[in-house]
């Protein structure tokens, strides 16, 4: 029998999972070259059809899941994207001209799209060809009649490279209890659905199947960080004793909306990072009053083509009218160049530090322009904020409200009625960090968006598992950025409003009371346990515990004296395990 081995992983969803190895089948499914005549040439442009019509059908049943509880991705719709773009055209005209079977034109020009991207030194591209890969496997699985679901799954420990989002979407309606990945960080899609879906994921495990089979046992400790293969049957026993770490446990579910004070009776608002109108029930009676982060980069994904101005003034209806008086946060489409169809084959070189957001709204504002005035019609009779995405400095602000402008003048003299939305300013970059008192002159409120802001701050790419040990958190230097962004706010006279995962972890939201904040905007998910901790805690505790680790020179240091602190004085406030975590 073989003996037990420890292997480190980077823990990307909480939770511990003991199964039996299944390693992902239909991932990279084979593809060889037959030769074929003109009349079957024919017969297989037909069966290349039927496939494609059968996947389009199947991700716009997937794509249009309306249980709200479900957690839907709108990386579906990119996917329904590639397969309406000329991606497929192009696989035709390959069968077509070389007359293969349909198999071998997939792989030819997939293959194609991803060493494209491959080829770019930003990792952070990697999901754009994990998308292509994924569509390229829907394709296969149609052609292959091999669609089915895969009964195995349940109750394994799923183990692959990459997971597509379908991927892990299709798998978890099959109750594996715990996923391996060689690929993947805290942010990427597969580790954030993972958590949706409370399924404990590892990622960063390289070549496992050099040295395990399927079938062998696993546990997977999504708490440490951790993969114990072939454990003792003592083992099994001790984690198996630890049962199912749960987020809510001893966490009281709060249907009250009313402003959340802390025990020292410092009031705070909970908000939800929500872009489906129908989700926000749910995160109401969790506690939150109104929508602080909508992604309207969701639409993009959903609709496929790029929504005319008539279908996102609905689509912000929607969400304003579900969301009432306290209001919805709209930030303007935070996407690259290649997400809008004409500029599909542009290839960025360094993705995260190109056109993309508010650079490219300003480049060219067409979209922009259109995004505008629908936010600006909606705006009437409703709560809509606009927040914009990567800002770097005043400049933008300005040339953003000139156009804001214009497109008001317009349609004023057009007669179209428009509300008087404030304008937000997402602090996600060094430069706005450090002229956040200019840009808050400029604006009615600042949005703090840690996820970037800890990656251009730390130069440290948040997608890429292989520098998860530089992505600090806790970094001194992002303490400090987020110190003097509060400072610049509060000079300013504006309100600020967290959005990014720090807001939703209950270990940094004592760091972010004490550093000043008050707006909260996270995950429904998150809701309960933040809302909970928060109203345990005080402000000068808060304060002093700042104070403390404002001298501290570490992440680590940083990490070690927090973890300290609530151990001796808040324990009861965090859900169980929690503090036995890593966080930086
Ligand atoms: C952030 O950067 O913190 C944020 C909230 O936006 P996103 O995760 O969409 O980049
Ligand atoms: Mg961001």
Redo the contacts with the bound molecule.
Sequence with gaps: MNREQRIPALAVSRGIGIGQIVFLRGENIRSVRFDLNSEETEAELLRFKAALDKSILRLHEIASNDDPNEPVSGIFGVHLLILESSFAEKIQTFIHEERVNAEWAIRMISDHYIKQQESVSDISFRDKYLDIKDVANHLLKELNGSHAADPTVSGSVIVARDLSPSTIIEIAKKKPVAIITELGGWTSHSSILAREFDLPMVSGVRNLEQFVSAGDCVIVDGVNGEIILNPSDKTVAEFEALGKPDKHSGIHISHNNEAAKTNDATHFLIRANIDKPESYETAKNMGAQGIG?Y?SESLLRQSGPIPTEDQQFEAYCQIADAVGEHGVKIRTF?VGVERFGSDAHWVERNPSLGLRAIRLSLADPTHFRIQIRSLLRAAFGRNIDIVLPMISGVGEITRSKAIIEEERFDLIKSGIDIGKPKLGAMI?TPSAVLTAFDIATQVDFLCL?????VQYLLAVDRDNDAVADWYQTLHPAVIRAIASVFDAAQKADIPVSV??EMAGSPFYVPVLLGLGAREFSMNTTSIPQVLQLLTGISLPDSIALVTNIQSLLTAEEIEGCLREYYLKNWSALFPLDFLNSRFR
């Design positions: 982060l992604r935070d996600e968006g840690t996820n970037d802001l959005c990014g």
